[in-house]
């Protein structure tokens, strides 16, 4: 018994926050495959340098917040950037929730064109339906949210893997050929190594906004090296998918069909018959639901910090359920500007935002932690 409860005390350490973290970063990361041609596809050959970029940056920040938050024993994004930028912490907030409703915008317009070609559903019954679960997510609570991701996660990354290897095995000529010959004409120049580097740093810099969802697993964190190893592992579970699409994407680079697809992925299965669709389609519904859920608690547990501070009571779980849906109503609205927009335009101006306010800050302040006499 000793043993058993020692092995999940491990497991909530070390590899639950990364868990956390990729559940969220899916749906606004890589479901639908539009991002990874923004952040990296689109320059072909080269794109993996961007992919690289982007594991050092995930690995790096995850493992300077765990050990900010497990030295400083702070648990919300408020009292983290007080910590970091002190009164600038409202900046980050107002960022912080305009990126949260712009992810979820890209998630409710992605899942009525996924749930709308895979499975048939009218555009709205997608929306209504994701609207439903996040806002029962939310209800049920955090114990319950850590663990339908657990599971959703062990299942997203059996899907994108049977997704990826399909693609693999069927076009793997066409995979070698693009590295062969260093493909990247579907951008009109080459990109720079600089320039490369610089994609790899704002994908990072939009998806800062999913770190804030992890907060309530690094309770469980109790060293240095625990922080760091959580961080590293955290670092590959996010940055695995990121890969696994990309290279699918080579197998068509430099198909204008597929990589000007509002969803890539959706035409890169077609030839597969519908069975790969419709499984797409129920796997990117549940990270859409993922995403929203992640983005919308971490508020929630902010806005509980600050209630329970004031009235020495939490909020109840119908007042989470009520936030949750007036977040994403906002969202809706939003999402009628169009995935690839929100995308390629309204990623890059939050990115910004999230390295001034949070990734900058945590860089100057966060190593020396690392290198303290705290165990």
């Known amino acids: 018994m000793a043993t058993l409860t020692q092995s999940k005390s491990r ?15 899916i749906g606004g990361g890589f479901a639908t495959g539009r991002e990874i041609v923004e952040y990296g596809g689109q320059y ?88 439903l679960l996040v806002g029962f997510l939310n209800y049920m609570g955090e114990n319950f949210i850590a663990r339908m991701k657990t599971i959703g996660t062990v299942a997203l990354f059996g899907a994108y893997t049977i997704f990826g290897v399909t693609v693999f095995t069927s076009r793997a000529d066409q995979i070698f050929e693009v590295f062969r010959g260093w493909n990247t004409s579907f951008t009109p120049e080459p990109a720079s190594v600089l320039l490369l580097i610089w994609t790899g740093i704002t994908y990072v810099g939009y998806n800062l906004a999913v770190y804030p969802s992890t907060f309530f697993t690094i309770k469980n964190i109790q060293t240095k090296k625990e922080s760091i190893l959580a961080g590293f592992i955290a670092g590959l579970l996010m940055t695995i998918p990121w890969f696994l699409t990309y290279v699918a994407i080579m197998a068509y680079y430099p198909s204008e069909e597929v990589l000007g697809a509002s969803v890539p992925w959706l035409k890169m299965l077609e030839p597969f018959g519908p069975s790969f669709v419709v499984i797409f389609g129920i796997v990117v519904g549940w990270t859409l639901v993922e995403t929203a859920t992640g983005i919308i608690h971490a508020f929630i547990g902010r806005i509980d910090t600050e209630v329970f501070q004031k009235s020495k009571q939490h909020l109840s779980g119908t007042r989470k359920a009520l936030i949750s849906l007036v977040a994403l109503v906002a969202a809706m609205v939003l999402a009628q500007v169009g995935i690839i927009d929100l995308i390629a335009k309204g990623y890059s101006y939050m990115a910004y935002a999230m390295i001034l306010f949070y990734g900058i800050p945590l860089l100057f302040v966060a190593p020396r932690l690392l290198f303290n006499k705290i165990p």
């Open 44 to 131: 072909g050959a080269s794109g993996w340098i961007s992919g690289l970029a982007i594991f050092v940056g995930f690995s790096l920040l995850a493992a300077l917040t765990f050990e900010a938050c497990r030295q400083w024993e702070v648990y919300d994004y408020k009292s983290l950037l007080k910590k970091l930028i002190g009164k600038g912490w409202v900046a980050y907030e107002i960022s912080y929730l305009m990126l949260g409703v712009l992810i979820i915008a890209v998630m409710a317009s992605a899942a009525g064109e996924i749930l709308n070609n895979t499975l048939g559903f009218n555009v709205w019954v997608g929306i209504v339906l994701i609207i």
């Open 11 to 25: 497991f909530a350490k070390i590899m639950l926050p990364g868990i956390i973290l990729q559940s969220v970063l």
